[in-house]
């Protein structure tokens, strides 16, 4: 089973500002399959960047996404109020999804 | 627009069986690009994957999972289901139903809490 590491745990940053999240793979993922999150309290968990990097649907350009390997990583540029969440990572393989364990953006 | 809605009991007692449905509404869930899963998060805790099913009924599973978890789908409601065995109160959650497209869940429900408890 593929685990995956999420760092920092916690971003402390203000609006304004960019944030830089890392994902990292015990095993190789492909890049197709290679996506991130967004979680506010008591939502569910909206896609973000999906295929390491091609936003989904009304998803804004200061998030973007890049990385291959076992190296991934989110980027929000020009944080705003809205982006203060919870960040997850998650990759598929040999039929198995699994999540990161989330990066706080506070 | 396509919605996910879940359902069933918040309560289950210990060494129960859990089970939830989510109807789709707005699309078909027989759409043959699809798949839909079923996710969970205990409370303060990450998500974690739980399986997900296509169309067709064929299925995966978390193998930490596998022994309790049945997933079906009935394409006449519009509804797929997950039944959960033997339940502990580890398996306190919110349980999400989503659809997978690809290899991400670009939809998700609104997430219904269960807790285990007697």
């Known amino acids: 089973e593929i685990v995956l590491s999420q760092s920092p745990g916690t971003l402390s940053l203000s609006p304004g500002d960019s944030a830089t999240l890392s994902c990292r793979a015990s095993q190789s993922v492909s890049s197709s399959y290679l996506a991130w999150y967004q979680q506010k309290p008591g939502q569910a968990p909206r896609l973000l960047i999906y295929?390491?990097?091609t936003r989904a649907t009304g998803i804004p350009d200061r998030f973007s996404g890049s990385g291959s390997g076992t190296d991934f990583t989110l980027t929000i540029s020009r944080l705003e109020a809205e982006d203060f969440a919870v960040y997850y990572c998650?990759?598929?393989?040999?039929?198995?999804?699994?999540f990161g364990q989330g990066t706080k953006v506070e | 627009q396509l919605q996910l809605q879940e359902s069933g009991p918040g309560l289950v007692k210990p060494s129960e069986t859990l089970s939830l449905t989510c109807t789709v509404s707005g699309g078909s869930i027989s759409n043959s690009n699809s798949y839909w899963g079923w996710i969970r998060q205990s409370p303060g805790k990450g998500l974690e994957w739980i399986g997900i099913i296509y169309y067709s009924g064929t299925t995966y599973y978390n193998p930490s999972l596998k022994s309790r978890v049945a997933i079906s789908v009935d394409t006449s409601q519009n509804q797929f289901s997950l039944k959960l065995s033997s339940v502990t109160a580890a398996d306190t959650a919110v349980y999400f139903c989503?659809?997978?497209?690809?290899?991400?869940?670009?939809?998700w429900g609104l997430g219904t809490l269960v807790t285990v408890s007697s």
């Open positions: 295929s390491t990097s």
């Open positions: 998650q990759q598929y393989g040999s039929s198995r999804w699994t």
């Open positions: 989503a659809r997978g497209l690809v290899s991400a869940f670009g939809y």
